[in-house]
């Protein structure tokens, strides 16, 4: 829930996603050059995907910060991707599947 996701204090990305399985952190750095923590998968090809209010990443969501998350799917396995949404974990081009994570922002409650 918004609530609970909000008691976490997300500071990175990966924070979001405390005591998830299937998944690890990894250090990077921001757009900006700064640190930052991401996830990546564990499960099925190690690959993760990510959507943003059931569609794909936008030039307008680069500006998101997890404070901006109201709630998460996560699908370890492809099998698991309701139908809807498989089209975002099996990318064009790519010969296997992936995870997926759907970031429901609070943008998504004005649509």
Partial sequence: SADELAALRPRYWADLFEGFDGLKRISM??????????IRSTTGWSCLKE??????????????????IVAIEYYELYEKVP?????????????????????????????
């Fill in 83 to 111: 139908a809807a949404y498989k089209r975002m974990a099996w990318p064009q081009g790519q010969t296997r599947p992936c995870a997926l994570v759907i970031y429901w922002t609070k943008l998504a409650d004005r649509k």
């Fill in 29 to 38: 750095r921001d757009e900006n050059g700064l640190p930052d923590w991401t």
């Fill in 51 to 68: 959507s943003w209010d059931g569609r794909d990443k936008s030039a307008a969501d680069i500006r998101m910060t997890p404070k901006d």
